[in-house]
C-alpha cells in the first residue's frame, strides 16, 4: 500500500504559478511501478481528471482544460510527482489528489491509493 501526501497548494491571482508535490511513502520499487495522477474536486463538482503519468514517465495525459498550462513529471528516486500550474484561472480552484494506479487512465475507478489532497485557490 502506497501512502500519498500532496503539499504546495495556496493561493493565487490568475495568471499566476504554483507547484504540487505529491510524496509517496513506500518501497521504491513499488512507487516507480505506479502510474500516478492527479485529480482535483472543486466545491458541489465531481472529482475530475487533471493529469496522469506512466510509470516510467514516457506517457504523460491531461484534460483538455489543463492542456498548455499544466505539467505533471516524476522523480522516482525521490518517490515525488509534481504538478507545475501555470496562467492559473478562478476555475481552478479546487482541492487537488494525488493517486496511483496500474496505467495512465482518466478514471477515478481505477486509481487505488489517495492522498488527502490539497487546497488551490485561484482569485481573479
Known amino acids: 500500500q502506497v501512502q500519498l501526501v500532496e503539499s504546495g497548494g495556496g493561493s493565487v491571482q490568475a495568471g499566476g504559478s504554483l507547484r504540487l508535490s505529491c510524496t509517496a511513502s513506500?518501497?521504491?520499487?513499488?512507487?516507480?511501478?505506479?502510474?500516478m495522477g492527479w485529480f482535483r474536486q472543486a466545491p458541489g463538482k465531481e472529482r475530475e481528471f487533471v493529469a496522469g503519468?506512466?510509470?516510467?514517465?514516457?506517457?504523460?495525459r491531461y484534460a483538455d482544460s489543463v492542456k498548455g498550462r499544466f505539467t505533471i513529471s516524476r522523480d522516482n528516486a525521490k518517490n515525488m510527482v509534481y504538478l507545475q500550474m501555470n496562467g492559473l484561472k478562478p476555475e481552478d480552484t479546487a482541492v487537488y489528489y494525488c493517486?496511483?494506479?496500474?496505467?495512465?487512465?482518466?478514471?477515478?475507478?481505477?486509481?487505488?491509493?489517495w492522498g488527502q489532497g490539497t487546497q488551490v485557490t485561484v482569485s481573479s
Open positions: 493517486a496511483t494506479s496500474r496505467s495512465v487512465t482518466t478514471s477515478t475507478l481505477q486509481y487505488s491509493s
Open positions: 513506500a518501497s521504491g520499487r513499488t512507487f516507480s511501478l505506479s502510474a
Open positions: 503519468i506512466s510509470w516510467g514517465g514516457g506517457s504523460v
